[in-house]
Nanobody, 119 residues
Framework: QVQLVESGGGLVQPGGSLRLSCAASGFTFRNYHMTWYRQAPGKERDLVAR????????NYADSVKGRFTISRDNSKNMVFLQLNSLKPEDTARYYC????????????WGQGTQVTVSS
């Protein structure tokens, strides 16, 4: 069955780094754009970064530009999010989403991984 499994979250001090991973299975990964979202308690789920099927185009929320980097490895069916210069306001649960490159309504979500930035 379709699975997206995020990992790599944790507790980190301000200024620190984390690398999140999302492992995909059960669908043809290379045909899906991949997006990282995050949701803090009491807030909406917001787009963080997006990468197209071949990795040729990436987009970022203004709040993370220059600090976060999204990448993917189609040979391993994985997408990554490198988080640098972390701030307390980056604290949230981070989710990956797969969206079909043609039929955008075909999409899948993972269960998320918690990132907490605190001293």
């Amino acid at each position: 069955q379709v699975q997206l499994v995020e990992s790599g979250g944790g507790l980190v001090q301000p200024g620190g780094s984390l690398r999140l991973s999302c492992a995909a299975s059960g669908f043809t990964f290379r045909n899906y754009h991949m997006t990282w979202y995050r949701q803090a308690p009491g807030k909406e789920r917001d787009l963080v970064a997006r990468i197209t099927t071949d990795g040729g185009t990436t987009n970022y929320a203004d709040s993370v530009k220059g600090r976060f980097t999204i990448s993917r490895d189609n040979s391993k069916n994985m997408v990554f999010l490198q988080l640098n210069s972390l701030k307390p306001e980056d604290t949230a649960r981070y989710y990956c989403k797969a969206e079909h490159r043609i039929v955008g309504t075909i999409s899948y979500w993972g269960q998320g991984t918690q990132v907490t930035v605190s001293s």
